[in-house]
């Protein structure tokens, strides 16, 4: 949703104007592992905090593209490695956010840097675009090495990850009972994984319904 992007977008340069080298905490990511692989790339599944990480992972990509543009090969390779790519990997493994159906193809082509459509996070990235290629309070351009250090350094998460046996949809509709409102549909969806007790069949599942 826009007002999430314009948020972030004030939080960062907030801090990009500060003259101090303060913290902004963006809340609780809950993860439960999947596949570990003790060589190679290990998976888990995000239960809270997907859209926070998919508007940062899309900024991320706008400031690498335009690092690019701008002949800093050296940051764009460092986002595009670090962050967003698994270098060595072949397929869906490529990438190091997967999300949900809905936004999957369309953040692959941001990943990719082969943007187009209208959909929501094609306009999320074009909305960054702007915003990098603008002024800050000074009427310089934006540093973009400077906006990467405060994204990945000053921008923090508390990191909760769960044990396999734990019930995520369950933990996911408790975490969110206080927080924004879910949606019916929302709820539909937990329910019915709720009621899946095979971890396999959870999974079919949650690809079909989310």
Do not use: C
């Not at 999430?4 to 809340?27: I, K, M, N, Q, V």
């Amino acid at each position: 949703k826009k007002q999430h992007w314009e948020a972030l977008w004030d939080d960062l340069t907030e801090l990009y104007e500060s003259t101090d080298d303060r913290e902004h905490f963006l809340g609780a990511i809950v993860t439960m592992p999947i596949d570990m692989q003790p060589h190679g790339v290990s998976k888990y599944v995000l239960i809270d905090g997907q859209q926070r990480l998919t508007t940062i992972f899309t900024l991320l990509a706008a400031i690498r593209d335009l690092a690019k543009e701008e002949n800093e090969d050296k940051l764009a390779q460092q986002i595009n490695e670090q962050y967003l790519i698994n270098k060595w990997a072949e397929g869906v493994n490529r990438f190091k956010l997967l999300p949900t159906q809905t936004d999957r193809e369309v953040f692959h082509h941001v990943i990719n840097g082969s943007i187009n459509g209208q959909e929501r996070l094609a306009q999320a990235y074009r909305f960054f675009l702007r915003k990098l290629n603008g002024r800050d309070e000074k009427g310089d351009k934006y540093e973009y090495r400077r906006l990467h250090n405060i994204l990945v350094q000053q921008f923090m998460v508390v990191s909760i990850v769960l044990a396999k046996d734990e019930n995520p949809y369950l933990i996911f509709e408790s975490l969110n009972a206080k927080g924004q409102p879910l949606t019916q549909a929302d709820l539909v969806r937990n329910y019915l994984l709720m009621r899946i007790d095979d971890q396999e069949e959870q999974k079919l599942a949650y690809q079909d319904l989310w």
